[in-house]
Structure formats: structure tokens, C-alpha cells
């Protein structure tokens, strides 16, 4: 048997679309191995956000030929659609696709040839097409399972380089979409996690305002699905209705990641960000109004080009009012093709480490505190395999808070159990077994 092995870098929507190849393969009659065999086919799954995830996606390009240098290495994802030709030159590629096309990877692949050069099958992303299935039902060692939904952004932020290497707006039929929830319902899976470059857009390129909404009132239904979560939705599509139905559906997870950036408004301005500071604070407070026991997180962008000192105050200002609980931090990095990378105001990369470090310090003690007032309550958690040499199981609340716990009789992966929070840490929350939920 024919053995493949697939690597993904970057984003939820990343991980869904490498699981999905995976998928592709076994059920193709492959054997789905670890990256760290040898394997007769790689695939590398690539991410193009950041100058840090490229430089990754060329290690286990490299990685991958160091295994088997006679093995088919193939390089899908961003970064090709971005620079196919830096991907061209390493050594051992036989086949480099884009965002496109990937439903076809198999028959791509068994067509390669050890003979030829290097086959490019990247397509243009400008033209608007129909949403490119690509299903999935199997998350290896996950318990939770992605579903994407949507594809592609037209906003054209200043640093990001999305739209270029996804394309515009494209949603995914509601109906595959139900299809797909059903077909990872009965593969065990009790939580999904809705997926997209643009979640809270769905729909609009079917004329559909309130896709996002019903697609969550037909997932509600399904029976068997007992959580449902929203990964990273942009503030400004966080409106009321979208806020009524998280607090009216009873499997909606209290968690909303929201993309911050920053928090000074030249700044904002500059990224070409449609908000202000103020205006996440205030989203912020109206969310817990209707959620008050929501958790929050967001990302931030440090040392943009001309970001200066009381800019950067004020994006440490807004991440404490707004009370993020996490918050994932990126160094600027410029990217070709956008605006951002042409900008004048470069700040030094001592800098942007010094601020990361402080804003760093900051939001653990944001997280501490919001997992500090979980202590005395009951949590759902949805349970994962025990770690092994430990006594301990773990799993994600609702508010999507680390928690853990003494290892019961019985292996609980995969299901919503109830835990007495005791105590807490900046990391993670600490409980005991209360009772199992049952469907």
C-alpha cells in the first residue's frame, strides 16, 4: 500500500483544507502516515500570513525531501499562490497548486512523474467562481471537528495579503453544508467549529444577509451535535441579530474571537481597518450585556510601519478595556503585494519584540483574571483523550478555556462533561468531574 503524508501550516481554514487532502487520500487507499515517515507522497499544506510562516513552510518542504528524496513532494496553500516560483526552486517539488483545484490533489498526484519538471497547476484567484468543495470528516486526534463554509475576502486590508492568494467572497451551499455537519455527526463528533477567511460574510455572495444565522438555526437542529462555535469573525459583522442568536441557540459556544489589530486610530486608518478603538470597546460591552459570561480573544499586529510609542499605548489600552482573555500577537511583517509593505515608518524589530513582550505580560494577566472568575462554577468541557503519563484529562469550555482535571475511570474523549472549577491559572482552569452529558 501507497503511503501519504500531509503537513499543514496557518489558520483553522489551513487545518480544514490539509485534513480534507488527508482524507482525499485514504479514501483514495493510502495509508495516512505522520509527516516523520518515509512516505511515497508529501504534501505540504503552506500559509503565506507572515514572513515567519513561509520560512516554515520551505523547512518541511526541505524536511519532507530529506525523508524520501525519491518520494512526489507536492506544495499547496498560500504561499505557492503567492510565489510560485520561490517555491519552483527547492529542490524536490514535483507539483505546486494554489488555493484552487485541490479537490482534484489524487489525480494530480498519480500523474506525476519523476522524469519531468516540476508540474504548476496554479490558478488565478481574480475571477469570481462558485465555492470549491473539498468535505472532510476526519480530524485526526481532534474531538472537536472544522467545517468550512466560506472562502475568500475583498477587503483589502493594508498589510494582508488574503485577498490575493483566496480570491473574492465565495459561500458554500447551505445544503453541503448541512450534509457535511450530518456526515461528522455520525463520525462521533460533538462539537463543530465553523470555519472561513470572512466567516461572518457567508452567504452575502448568494444574496443571502442572513445566511450566518440560518445556517446556525439548521445546525441547532441536528440532533446528536451538542456545540457549535464561530471561529475569527471580523467586529463588523457582529451585529444584533448575529448576538440574539448566540444567546437564544443553547449549543452555541460563548466564544467569539475578534480581530483587533490595534487599537489607535491613525493606525486602524492606516491598516485600512473599518473601526476605531472606541468602537471595540463599546462592541465589547454589548456583548456581554446580552453574553455575560462570554470569553474574547483577538489578535494584534505590533510595530506596524509608523507606529509609535502612545500608538501602541493605546492599542494596550483598548485590549484591557475590551477585556480580551487572549490575545495572539503578531510582529509586523511585511508582505508583497499590499499596500502595508510599501509604507514608509518601518519599526525596528528590537521594538516590535519589546512591545510584543509587554503587551504579552498584559494579556496573561487579563487571562488570569477572567479564568480567576470561573472558580466556584460549573463548566461543560468537552473532553479529549487522557495525556499520556499523566493523571490528568482536559478539554475546552464553552468560553474556549483550557481546563483540566483528575483522569476519571473511563476515557471521556469526545464528550461534554460538567467540571467544578477549584482553582485557576493564567493559562488554564483546574476542576473536578461533576457528570457526563448524555445526547
Not at 213 to 225: A, P, Y
Not at 276 to 300: C, F
Amino acid at each position: 500500500m501507497k503511503k501519504a503524508a500531509v503537513t499543514t501550516l496557518g489558520c483553522k481554514v489551513n487545518q480544514y483544507e490539509g485534513e480534507a487532502m488527508a482524507e482525499a487520500f485514504a479514501k483514495k487507499g493510502y495509508e495516512v502516515v505522520s509527516f516523520a515517515e518515509k512516505a511515497d507522497y508529501y504534501v505540504i499544506h503552506t500559509c503565506a500570513v507572515t514572513a515567519s510562516a513561509e520560512r516554515k513552510s520551505r523547512r518541511m518542504i526541505r524536511r519532507a525531501y530529506r525523508h524520501n528524496p525519491e518520494a512526489f513532494i507536492i506544495v499547496t496553500g498560500c504561499y505557492p499562490q503567492a510565489d510560485q516560483e520561490a517555491v519552483k526552486k527547492l529542490l524536490g517539488v514535483d507539483l505546486i497548486m494554489g488555493t484552487k483545484g485541490r479537490h482534484r490533489i489524487v489525480e494530480e498526484a498519480e500523474k506525476l512523474d519523476k522524469k519531468e519538471t516540476t508540474k504548476i497547476l496554479v490558478a488565478s484567484v481574480k475571477e469570481s467562481d462558485a465555492y470549491q468543495d473539498l468535505p472532510n470528516t476526519a480530524f485526526k486526534d481532534r474531538t472537536r471537528a472544522f467545517l468550512k463554509i466560506q472562502e475568500g475576502c475583498d477587503r483589502y486590508c493594508a498589510y494582508c495579503v488574503i485577498p490575493y492568494v483566496r480570491g473574492p467572497i465565495r459561500s458554500r451551499k447551505e445544503s453541503e453544508v448541512l450534509k457535511e455537519a450530518l456526515s461528522l455527526r455520525d463520525a462521533g463528533y460533538r462539537e463543530i467549529v465553523l470555519t472561513g477567511i470572512n466567516l461572518g460574510l457567508y452567504g452575502k455572495d448568494l444574496d443571502d444577509k442572513e445566511g450566518l444565522i440560518k445556517v446556525l438555526h439548521r445546525l441547532h437542529g441536528i440532533e446528536g451535535i451538542q456545540r457549535i462555535r464561530l471561529s475569527s469573525i471580523e467586529p463588523t459583522e457582529i451585529t444584533t441579530a448575529l448576538l440574539d442568536t448566540m444567546a437564544s441557540l443553547s449549543k452555541m459556544a460563548h466564544h467569539l474571537h475578534i480581530p483587533l489589530q490595534s487599537g489607535d486610530d491613525v493606525i486602524l486608518s492606516r491598516m485600512k481597518r473599518l473601526y476605531r478603538g472606541e468602537d471595540i470597546i463599546r462592541l465589547a460591552e454589548d456583548i456581554r450585556k446580552r453574553l455575560p459570561q462570554i470569553g474574547l480573544s483577538t489578535d494584534v499586529i505590533v510595530g506596524f510601519p509608523g507606529e509609535k510609542e502612545h500608538h501602541f499605548g493605546n492599542t494596550c489600552r483598548v485590549v484591557c478595556e475590551a477585556a480580551f482573555n487572549r490575545v495572539h500577537i503578531f510582529p509586523f511583517s511585511p508582505r508583497p503585494m499590499t499596500e502595508a509593505s510599501k509604507l514608509a515608518g518601518r519599526v525596528d524589530q528590537a521594538v516590535k519584540e519589546e512591545r510584543s513582550r509587554r503587551l504579552n505580560a498584559q494579556a496573561k494577566e487579563q487571562a488570569l483574571s477572567f479564568h480567576r472568575r470561573l472558580v466556584g462554577r460549573n463548566e461543560s468541557v468537552l473532553a479529549e483523550p487522557p495525556a499520556e503519563k499523566t493523571n490528568r484529562q482536559a478539554g475546552w469550555t464553552s468560553a474556549y478555556v483550557r481546563a483540566v482535571w483528575p483522569e476519571g475511570e473511563k476515557d471521556l474523549k469526545g464528550q461534554l462533561v460538567d467540571i467544578h472549577i477549584v482553582d485557576a491559572d493564567e493559562e488554564k482552569v483546574y476542576g473536578r468531574l461533576k457528570k457526563i452529558s448524555k445526547l
